[in-house]
């Protein structure tokens, strides 16, 4: 068992536990990610945390811009299994045909709910009550292979999506190392998806990132904890744009506030009036400063003053 080969495609963070978890368990005989990308102002190359791990491994990086066409290189190696996760392109049939034991992938989502690229932000964006991890069969279809194996968690009212993306990626990698010996032996009964519960989780839009205070409260708060820490919602203050990483349910309700109206001043927080109550914000950044909790930003003004003022 330990000597079965495997080609291994993924991208972000989320993969790379489970990247981790192939090379301590098989013999990875090369990993394929996304092309190198410049950042910032400066136009550096910024290599994905696959990259930077499979160089620590020394394994051979395939990084095809449009890997529907540029896949000859990958047919040339001995590869019993390829196994994907959050790889970020369409794989073409003959890739997935290629290897004995087929190509299987790794989705944060309780499929077929949040098909996607985004689905650990949309599920507590969503206010769903539980997510998971699937291992399933690729296709050339996003996400909608015979499902192998499941696991799930219950969404926790103190989790976000780092916490969440965290613990999703250790189930993940948990279960493809108990999956992969059953695909072996045979051991399996994959079952195809119920396309009637199809739903989907998009990238995340900048659109997305900013709040609406003429929302309810509990939706306002899922949005806040479903892009934090990253990209991050934000609202406009004065001008100033302000990212907003943590808040808190209120019991209270300004009848006579406008939506997105400072109303209260907490010890730890901002008061803002919502469409059926408040939230209060206890950690923000605004534009070009650092990120720090409110009680830490109350310290350096007179609290009073914001008193009236609109998020926009």
């Known amino acids: 068992m330990s000597k079965l080969k495997i080609l291994f495609m993924g991208t972000p963070e989320f993969s790379v536990r489970v990247l981790q978890g192939l090379i301590d368990s098989y013999d990875v005989v090369g990993v394929v990610t996304q092309p190198d990308r410049e950042v910032g102002r400066k136009h550096e190359i910024k290599f994905s945390p696959i990259k930077e791990l499979a160089l620590q491994y020394h394994l051979p990086v ?39 034991y087929g190509c299987i992938n790794v989705h944060a989502s309780l499929l077929p709910k949040l098909r996607g690229g985004a689905p ?13 991890v699937t291992i399933m069969y690729m296709t050339e279809k996003m996400d909608a292979g015979d499902i192998i194996s499941q696991v799930d968690t219950p969404i926790l009212p103190t989790d976000n999506v780092g916490t969440l993306h965290d613990r999703l990626s250790k189930m993940g990698t948990e279960l493809l190392l108990k999956t992969i010996p059953d695909i072996i032996s045979g051991n399996i009964h994959p079952q195809k998806q119920n396309e009637a519960e199809v739903t989907y989780a998009w990238n995340i839009t900048r659109e997305e990132e900013k709040i609406d205070f ?47 109206e400072i109303g209260k001043i907490y010890s730890d927080g901002i008061g803002v009036s919502t469409k059926n109550g408040e939230i209060i914000i206890t950690e923000l950044q605004f534009a070009g400063k650092r990120k720090m909790t409110v009680q830490e930003y109350l310290n350096g003004i007179d609290s009073n003053q914001l008193i009236g003022k609109v998020f926009q």
């Open 214 to 260: 003429n929302k309810n409260t509990i939706d306002i708060f899922n949005q806040i904890r479903g892009l934090n820490p990253w990209p991050g919602a934000y609202a406009i203050l004065d001008g100033v744009i302000v990212k907003i990483y943590k808040a808190r349910i209120s019991d209270s309700f300004f009848t006579t506030r406008k939506n997105g």
């Open 120 to 132: 650990i932000h949309k599920a507590i964006i969503n206010n769903y009550p539980r997510t998971g």
């Open 62 to 100: 395939y990084q095809p811009q449009h890997i529907r066409t540029e896949y000859d290189d990958l047919l040339k190696l001995k590869v019993d299994m390829i196994v994907t996760c959050a790889y970020g392109q369409i794989i073409p049939k003959r890739l997935l045909d290629f290897p004995k």
